[in-house]
């Protein structure tokens, strides 16, 4: 667990999902941060998440590879997803994200040659936002993944300014953009240990 002090006397932490319940926590905070549940302003000021996923979609992807949280106390800070390749099936509407991933390079080299996984999705909760927790939710998915995986993939609407200038801070490289039906994405992709098989 890597802890970041948000003030003097709330510690956060970060870890890896270990309990159902924290799951289901995930899922509230994802409901009331979906594009479609906040106001459009608010989105553009605060960032929102697209996807909304199910219990049994965590929990099976929890079983390949538990996800990234923030908690203060028993109380959720936020969550990053880990969602293996192996996942690409539990949700099929990100299929056409997974084959792009699969034509695409990164530091001079087919992205499929690398050990990775895709960003499922991240959320910080309205009252600790910029306070740090999404940075230290990286840190944490370096450190417990860093000797498993070369690098972690994710795409964000290119709208989405706030998740955009948050993910290139942390240290995202954009490696693609694209359009689709609903959105402008760009495909971003961190390396999770030093060197990964530059």
Not at 35 to 54: C, I, K, L, N, W
């Amino acid at each position: 667990m890597l802890p970041v002090t948000m003030t003097p006397s709330t510690p956060i932490r970060t870890c890896l999902v270990t309990r159902r319940e924290e799951l289901e926590e995930i899922l509230q905070l994802q409901v009331a941060n979906l594009r479609d549940h906040v106001s459009p302003s608010q989105a553009v000021r605060e960032g929102f998440v697209t996807v909304a996923h199910t219990l049994e979609v965590l929990e099976r992807m929890h079983a390949l590879a538990p996800s990234v949280i923030a908690k203060d106390g028993e109380r959720l800070a936020g969550y990053a997803l880990v969602m293996p390749v192996e996942a690409r099936t539990f949700v099929p509407i990100l299929e056409p994200m997974f084959q792009l991933l699969e034509k695409l390079s990164w530091r001079g080299r087919p992205l499929r040659e690398y050990s990775y996984y895709v960003m499922g999705q991240v959320c910080v909760a309205e009252e600790y936002r910029g306070q740090g927790v999404f940075d230290a939710l990286y840190r944490e998915h370096r450190a417990s993944y860093g000797a498993r995986f070369d690098c972690t993939v994710t795409e964000v609407a290119t709208r989405n300014t706030r998740s955009m200038r948050a993910h290139t801070r942390v240290g995202f490289e954009r490696i693609e953009t694209y359009r689709d039906a609903t959105d402008e994405w760009a495909v971003i992709v961190l390396g999770l240990r030093e060197g990964a098989r530059e």
